[in-house]
């Protein structure tokens, strides 16, 4: 394999538009390992993640028209593509299975939050050590599941300014981490 | 809200987070646009979050990279396929199916629409330009016929002036400074034949805006009117005037006196 270029992340847009491969190299090589953890992290099995990954990068290829860089990065709208797949899927499969949505959130209820939300690493477990119970549970539903702010109230039972506080005191923790 | 009440609020991760319904995610979109307190703290809740994602990520299947690579089209793939195998887009079929003659008819009357509406463009800024090129030369013009006026209307006074004081016939009467002011003087030019008289107070005192120079004749031994001075102007045309042996100038009130105030009087001169 060829040695791939230095991209800034401006640089690299304007290529991908263009559709060129070694931008797609340069993509594949340093987003797939983040896009993939995303996609397992959430439908936890190996083939199903390989098939989302593959869904996932043909949906990016074919969306660059629509990504607007006012709004957010492209690292950003990349994991959020593959956040909103795993999601989806996992819906369409509850669905599928004839579980549905409230079912799917009392299974993710049940579980251990710190088990569902991180698979392994010790950076990890000590990122999950940092978040108290409740904020690993907001950033499952938001992050995870994929809730709307209205939905993850409901769920939780709780109003919309303790989801609001609640994930404003999570991504703070996880911004004094990565520090 | 206030910016940083906002900040506060937790809204904005749920902005990053794809949680917050759409049109309060599309006021921060535009926030961010002139709010770049706001923006800083989305870049860096998007920094957390991109960490966060880094921290799970795991190498996918080698495979995978070729499999996904083969399902894309590639900008040098295009180039080096011959065209019938490129995948037509949508526009290519649409002209396909029209015939030779009238492609070609279409591809004409596209330029040619093109080319009328770039030309159009090109005209209207070069008219446009135009335009204004030509209103700014015209105000440049008025500039300028102002000044020739006023340039022209400077030439006839002092024609005139020169005529005036030039003229032998006319008599050119020195009005000295009084005790009041020892400084001052004038010069009346007066023809004694036709009465016409002038006046030059160049060298007389500044005085209030409420005041006003007035200049007197002496006829027979008793003061007779010959009109106020020009406040703007230190040469002017006075009224006729005939057997006069001696002028004078008073210090009145604006618009003058019909009879002189004698303690006020600034210069006197003898014909």
Redesign the interface.
Known sequence: MEQPVKYTEELLYTELK????KA?EYL?DNY???????L??IIKNEEA??DA??EV??KI?NSFESYDP????L??WM??IA??HAIDKLRSKAVKTDRNLKNDKEYAAQANPAVML??D?I??QK?IDELDNEQREIIEI??FK?????E?AEELNIPLGT??????L??NK??K??L | MEIKDLI????L??Y??????ENEARQI?NL??VNTEVNDEI???????????????????AA??N???A????????QTQPQQKATPAPETIMVTMVPSFYRYGIAASILLAVALGVSTFYYYSKYTDANQSLLAMRSEQNVMANQVKYQQQETDKVKNQLAVVSNPTNKAVVLKGLPIAPQAQAVVYWNNETGQAYINAANLPQIASNQQYQLWAIVDGKPVDMGVLDKDSTFGVMKDVKGAVAFAITLEPLGGRPTPTLEKMYVLGNV
């Open positions: 263009a559709k060129s491969k797609f594949y797939s390992p983040a896009l993939y953890g995303v397992f992290n993640s390989n990954l593959q990068f043909v290829w006012a709004r957010a990065r690292y950003t994991i959020n956040r909103n991180f698979t690493g950076g990890l990122l938001l992050y994929g809730y709307t702010q209205t993850a989801v609001k506080s609640r994930v404003r999570a991504v996880l911004r981490h990565f | 506060e609020s937790g809204s991760e749920l990053v987070l794809g949680a917050l319904p979109d961010r646009l870049m860096r809740i998007e920094d957390a979050m991109i960490s966060f994602a880094a921290q799970q990520a795991q190498k996918p299947d995978l990279k499999k996904i690579a399902q894309l089209t590639f900008a040098e793939d295009e």
